[in-house]
């Protein structure tokens, strides 16, 4: 991914960020446009659906006079570790429905390792005994009890 | 008067002394950390509150505010990079003199000029807060729409990012703070029927993804930077000779910086630029500045730290936030109940004013923390990446966590984190996001009292001299800058290029 044409990245990434925010904003007017619409003597001064539609109209005109006088510049390419840092977030996302701690430790490690970090007691210390200690901490000092999973489950009994 | 008093016996509570040392402590590691600032160190901490009071929770958030901002100049000095952006302008002057073997005088006018500037400015808060309020205290919803709006579109001023895509970022804050039951219809909005949503989107998890998260990820991009620490003897309190050339800098710094904070959505960092180039502009030897300039240092530290306090103002007098660190504690002080604005002062005099003395004692702890631990607090420096950030994540999610129990806010800070990520990516600043969530609900809510106030012909609210001129200093915020940008082109073609 590093090694993608800077150019090519730059002019697709320049375009895709207003697009996006334009699309968002008028998914979002046409929602509210589904928006209950309240007698006179109940909608306190403004319809629900008013405020929102006058926003997300200012931040389309914004999008615009943006694309025209201030188009996105991107400053570096995107990096191969970013996008692993990504990724990992979706890895984590997922291994939260089988247990929160053991996704918290599996990312931190994951983590370690991806930004270079190759000694086996670091790797230990970030991604078992680090969570453990806040897991303790939270649970014991700040009485929190965490979703059940695999491992909380141990624990709570 | 009686406030200030029973203010100042609340901080006689050994348990709170107590907790406001390690909070200065704490921030100024965090303040020494590149990457780490005052506003993801008091998001961070804000779920570790959750189970004190009011005020102790309030002010070790504000001690992490002014020990961090000073903390930044540790390492802009020591290592060139500034622990809080901030202390950008600190390494202009800090590192040549650090690199020239005056790394201990360097660091000894910035602790100084730091504390004279929070002090200062926190004295100005005392005095100025409860004018403010008082001020504020007949306010009706018309002038206080148009005040908040004139918050919001300060935001076109702040942060790294430019002013349409402040305000672009600032307008999709707003908007997700319309997120739930609308309060003034109870009609839902944008919940797509998911009864966590019913609420709306909570301002801390939407902070710790969008300050602490997405740093995250911005560093993953920076790791291959290497940092070198410039040896440091001994930290020395600046000379006479020092003092008389600085003197001036940082009172007139600490002033700009005070006013610079005062105004709503602009922080430290923007009055640690003009507080630089002030001092630059009134030096005798501006030639100096850039290669090891002690006044370059007092400009800046002495700027930055007196917008803390300076920040604190509108935020408890009108419950506007001042910068990015003062939105998160607005959001700390909702979280605990209290509620800012100009009623803080009548029904909850002595809570303000506890808060001003510990923020004053916090500049004076971090005078003396600076003066002994500066050199034990630049080596947290040498923390590698690879075990901070994936702590900082974790903290993040377990914190995001205990605040309701809810693994929804966790989602919640996940994708605030990763849409933070994107909008830096693409230079918009996710400070205004921040803000804009605080002060959507204030708008709209104002909006819709102004119009059953003024019987829905919105125009009058042009008629109402205050709302009038609150009106006018925002479209001079929004288009102020563009309006003196080209007349100053004009004026420089006109005189053939000489005009600066």
Redesign the interface.
């Known amino acids: 991914m590093a090694n993608l044409p800077k150019f090519e990245n730059s002019r697709f ?1 320049r375009w895709l ?1 207003p697009c996006v ?1 334009i699309c968002f904003c008028s998914v ?1 007017f046409w ?2 446009t589904t ?2 619409e ?1 007698p006179p003597i ?7 659906a008013d ?2 539609q006058l ?2 109209i ?2 389309i005109l ?2 615009l ?2 694309m025209v ?2 188009p ?3 400053r ?1 390419n995107f ?1 191969a ?2 996008a ?3 990724g990992l ?1 979706a890895v ?2 997922a291994l ?1 429905w089988i247990d ?1 701690f053991l996704a ?1 430790g599996i ?3 994951a ?2 390792a991806l ?3 190759r000694r086996p007691r ?1 790797l230990i ?3 078992a005994v ?2 453990l200690v ?2 303790l901490l ?1 649970d014991q000092i ?6 059940r999973g695999l491992l909380t489950n141990l624990w709570y009994g | 008067m009686e406030g200030l008093i029973s203010g100042f016996l609340v901080l006689a509570d050994p348990y709170l002394l107590a907790l406001l040392v390690m909070a200065t402590l704490g921030g100024v590691v965090i303040g020494a950390l590149p990457g780490l600032n005052a506003t993801t160190g008091a998001a961070l901490l804000l779920p ?1 509150t ?2 004190m009071d009011p005020v102790p929770a309030i002010s070790i958030m504000t001690a992490i505010y002014c020990s961090a901002t000073f903390a930044g100049a540790i390492t802009a000095i020591l290592i060139n990079t500034p622990g809080t952006a901030a202390s950008a302008t600190t390494c202009l002057d800090g590192y040549p003199l650090a690199q020239r073997g005056e790394a201990g005088r360097a660091l000894g006018m910035a602790v100084v000029s730091s504390t004279i500037g929070g002090v200062f400015s926190v004295i100005c808060l005392m005095i100025a807060a409860p004018f403010l309020a008082r001020a504020a205290y007949n306010f009706s919803p018309p002038e206080y729409f148009a005040l908040t709006l004139f918050g919001l579109s300060m935001l076109a001023s702040i942060g790294d990012g ?4 402040n ?2 970022a600032g ?2 804050g ?2 997700l703070a ?1 997120v739930g039951v ?1 309060n ?2 109870t ?1 839902e ?2 919940t797509f029927g998911s009864y966590e949503l019913y609420d709306g989107i909570g301002f801390v998890p939407v902070m710790i993804g969008v300050f602490g998260i997405s740093e ?2 911005i560093q ?2 920076n ?1 291959q930077i290497v940092r070198e620490q410039v040896v440091m003897k001994a930290i020395t309190l600046p000379s006479k000779a020092d003092y008389k050339k600085s003197w001036r800098t940082i009172v007139r710094s600490s002033g700009i910086g005070t006013f610079i904070g005062i105004l709503p959505a602009e922080g430290a960092t923007v009055a640690s630029m003009i507080g630089y180039n002030e001092a630059k502009r009134w030096s005798k030897n501006p030639e100096e500045f850039g290669h090891g300039a002690i006044e370059g240092i007092a400009g800046s530290e002495a700027a930055n730290n007196a917008a803390t306090g300076g920040a604190m103002v509108p935020t408890l007098a009108l419950g506007i936030p001042g910068s990015a660190t003062a939105a998160v504690i607005l959001a700390g002080l909702m979280v605990h109940g209290v509620r800012p604005g100009p009623t803080m002062f009548t029904e909850q005099a002595e809570f303000a004013y506890a808060i001003f003395w510990s923020m004053l004692l916090v500049n004076i702890l971090f005078f003396l923390v600076g003066l002994r631990g500066a050199k034990i607090f630049a080596r947290v420096t040498l923390i ?4 901070l ?3 900082v ?3 993040s ?2 914190g995001t ?2 605040l309701d ?1 809810s ?1 929804f806010d ?2 919640v800070a ?1 994708t605030a ?2 849409i933070g ?2 909008m830096r ?3 918009f600043s996710v400070v205004p996001l921040a803000i804009g969530l605080i002060l959507g609900g204030m708008l ?1 809510q104002r ?6 106030m003024l019987d ?1 012909q919105w125009w009058l609210m042009f008629t109402r001299p205050l709302t009038l001129f609150f009106f006018i200093l925002t479209a001079l915020a929004l288009f102020g800058p563009a309006l003196f940008g080209t007349l100053k082109r004009r004026l420089s073609n006109s005189t053939g290029g000489t005009a600066e």
Do not use: C, H
Not at chain 1, 142 to 147: A, K
């Open positions: 990434e960020a925010i979002a929602i509210s928006f209950r309240m109940l909608k306190r001064g403004i319809q629900p405020f929102p926003l997300l200012t931040i914004l999008t006079a943006m006088f201030d996105i510049k991107l570096e990096n570790t970013t692993g840092s990504l977030f984590f996302g939260t929160l918290l990312f931190a490690a983590l370690a930004w270079g970090e670091i210390l970030v991604g680090m969570p806040i897991f939270f700040f009485e929190i009890r965490f979703p | 570790f959750l189970t430019s002013a349409i895509k305000l672009i307008g999709l707003i908007f319309l609308d003034l219809t009609v909005r944008f995250l990820l993953a991009a790791l590698p990446v690879q075990i950030w994936p702590t994540f974790v903290f999610i377990v966590y205990a129990q693994m966790v989602w996940l984190g990763v990520f994107f990516r693409y230079g709209e909006l819709g009292q102004s119009m059953v829905e």
